[in-house]
């Protein structure tokens, strides 16, 4: 089993910087390909990115490309995501997934199906 932790939520203003982490335990997580997800309030969760067991593929949701970036380190067994000129829409609370599957649809890769998930954490963006 894979235990999955997110850190570094919090509050910014507009056009402000997060990075959130995440840290698995349990078992290493480098053959999987991991991810966050965001659900916002009244919404459905939905992908935001992915990047693959390697750290060599990585997959954006049309909504954050250019401003978020995630990255990993196998070696610590974690990932974080880098968020730049956040936005007010950006408002949601964010969840790693890990061991997830990789889609293609209409011209985008996004992530589905994924095995392990964190409890989340908040980011709110103000205007």
């Known amino acids: 089993q894979v235990q999955l932790v997110e850190s570094g939520g919090g509050s910014v203003q507009g056009g402000g910087s997060l990075r959130v982490s995440c840290a698995a335990s349990?078992?290493?997580?480098?053959?999987?390909?991991m991810g966050w997800f965001r659900q916002a309030p009244g919404k459905e969760r939905e992908f935001v990115t992915g990047?693959?067991?390697?750290?060599?593929?990585?997959y954006y949701a049309d909504s954050v490309k250019g401003r978020f970036t995630i990255s990993r380190d196998n070696a610590k067994n974690t990932a974080h995501l880098q968020m730049n000129s956040l936005k007010p829409e950006d408002t949601a609370v964010y969840y790693c997934?890990?061991?997830?599957?990789?889609?293609?649809?209409?011209?985008?890769?996004?992530?589905?199906?994924?095995?392990?998930w964190g409890q989340g954490t908040q980011v709110t963006v103000s205007s």
């Open positions: 349990g078992r290493t997580v480098s053959s999987y390909v």
């Open positions: 997934a890990a061991d997830c599957t990789t889609r293609y649809d209409g011209g985008s890769y996004y992530l589905r199906n994924c095995a392990y």
């Open positions: 990047i693959s067991g390697s750290g060599s593929r990585t």
